[in-house]
């Protein structure tokens, strides 16, 4: 099948390049001329395990190709994917000019009948803006689809190709037949994967997923600070609910608060939304203020040992995306914690394996980047954990200590044992495990 991608960004570009792997002809259109040329030279702009191999099989065997020419792509493609960003405008509802811009764009090469599907984020309702503003351009018929994309920045790749489900707004019957020949290759095991449902109700799923993964995170951030309080693990209680069924494992890890580029402004957007139809999500509303709280829980570990004035006093950082294995400092907590820590006067030395280039966008020179875990330790008053990134697990822990000027590790991910970092000669602070 004939596919355009429009947006390669971290959607458009794994969407792409997935759609290839099966066997569709695939463009990826961007409008960032620069990003379009790197990726032809199979220069992949952000890390992702997996994709960049990906990318460069099936450009080389020619079902993907990179353009900056969307009205071609456009012409070329049967199927349409508007993948391009959503970003949160003032007031908190999602921006939505880039969608609507490409959906004109797709009216005005509209050459034949095509199916038009939004893979970008988008309130409820977007679908149709989208349809009238393609009409406004056009006399072709098309259909209109919406296909949130639920893949997890990391295991992207993972994500797609072997979804826990695909789910597909549709009110045509031939655009649902060609949604599910698009998708049939990624949902052969494991039953009827696919779920086909009204358009608003797909709008809906998506920020219903991300805004209940973000109440299980608030809510264990929560009763890690109540597990404080009252001398309890929360890593006890984690897995006292986990087990469960009703509840499950996954999800339910306190830490430094949510980031990443969806859950903050999922959630703040489908918050609007509602508000403008006279409705307080007042659970959303909470999960928000708590996680802004949240942010700050590490800066206030290290400044309740170090004193509120750092002036003097190292800080090393172990980790600086919003997760493990990406690149990825949209909405990291770890920029309010090292914000909080400089303008307390500490020097920050901090360390990631990916996310160093994306840090220094935004924090210039003001912070050291170290070259590895060790130097990030080294001479530091604290050493905080802010990313759960494998090759912090299991280090040298009798050299971290060594390195420290004094043993004080605030672990934001929970990521050892208390006991035995007390043993190991560390003042360890965790989140929630017993004792502030
Ligand atoms: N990143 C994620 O993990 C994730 C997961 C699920 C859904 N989403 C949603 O998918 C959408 C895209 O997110 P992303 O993270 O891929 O964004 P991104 O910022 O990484 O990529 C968006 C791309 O669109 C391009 N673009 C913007 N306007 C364009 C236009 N008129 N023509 C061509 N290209 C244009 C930009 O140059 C950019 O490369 C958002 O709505 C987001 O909420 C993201």
């Known amino acids: 099948m004939h596919v355009a991608v429009i947006g390669s960004g971290y959607v458009g570009l794994v969407a792409g390049a997935c759609l290839a792997e099966t066997g569709n002809d695939v463009v990826c259109v961007d409008k960032d001329a620069d990003k379009i040329a790197r990726l032809q030279r199979n220069e992949i702009p952000i890390y992702e395990p997996g994709l960049e191999p ?15 020419d969307i009205g071609a792509a456009i012409r070329g493609a049967k199927v349409l994917f508007i993948a391009v960003g959503t970003p949160p405008g003032e007031d908190g509802s999602a921006d939505l000019q880039h969608v609507l811009g490409v959906a004109r764009e797709i009216g005005r090469h509209m050459n034949e009948p095509k199916v038009v599907v939004t893979k970008s ?4 309702g977007t679908a149709e803006k989208v349809r009238a503003a393609v009409k406004s351009q056009t006399d072709v018929p098309f259909a209109v689809c919406s296909n949130p994309e639920f893949l997890k920045e990391g295991a992207a790749i993972e994500d797609f190709m072997k979804p826990d489900r695909v789910v597909i707004g549709v009110d045509d019957e031939d655009a649902r037949a060609v949604m599910g020949e698009l998708y049939a290759p990624f949902t ?65 890890y306190p830490g430094p608060g949510y980031g990443g580029s969806c859950f903050p402004k999922d959630v703040k957007a489908i918050i609007k939304t509602a508000d403008d139809l006279g409705l307080s999500l007042d659970v959303l509303k909470s999960v928000e203020a708590v996680n802004e709280c949240q942010k700050l829980v590490v800066l206030h570990k ?22 493990a294995e990406t690149d990825d400092m949209r909405e990291s907590p770890t920029v309010p914690l090292i914000e909080g820590l400089l303008a307390a006067g500490a020097k920050v030395q901090a360390h990631d394996p990916k996310a160093t280039d994306s840090a220094r966008h935004i924090f210039e020179d003001r912070v050291m980047y170290a070259a590895d875990p060790y130097s990030a330790a080294h001479g530091a008053d604290a050493l905080c954990v802010m990313t759960e990134w494998l090759l912090y697990r299991n280090p040298d822990f009798d050299r971290v ?11 934001g991910r929970n990521l050892y044992e208390p006991e035995r970092m007390k043993a190991l000669g560390f003042e360890y602070h965790g989140i929630g495990r017993g004792g502030r």
């Open 188 to 252: 052969r095991q494991g039953g009827n994967r696919i779920l086909f449902m009204d358009i608003a109700s797909a709008e809906v799923t998506k920020y219903a997923a991300n805004a209940m993964l973000a109440t299980r995170i608030s809510f264990m951030n929560q009763m890690a600070l109540f597990c404080e309080l009252v001398g309890a693990d929360v890593s006890n209680v984690r897995l006292g609910i986990g087990s469960d069924q009703r509840i499950g494992r996954a999800f339910l």
């Open 54 to 68: 990906m990318v460069e099989r099936n450009q080389a065997e020619g079902r993907l190709t990179f353009t900056t």
């Open 401 to 411: 200590r060594r390195l420290l000027r004094r043993p004080l590790l605030v672990d």
């Open 121 to 124: 984020t988008v309130p409820v």
């Open 302 to 323: 290290v400044q309740r040992y170090l004193g509120s004035d750092l002036s003097g006093k190292t800080v090393g950082l172990w980790g600086l995306a919003f997760k």
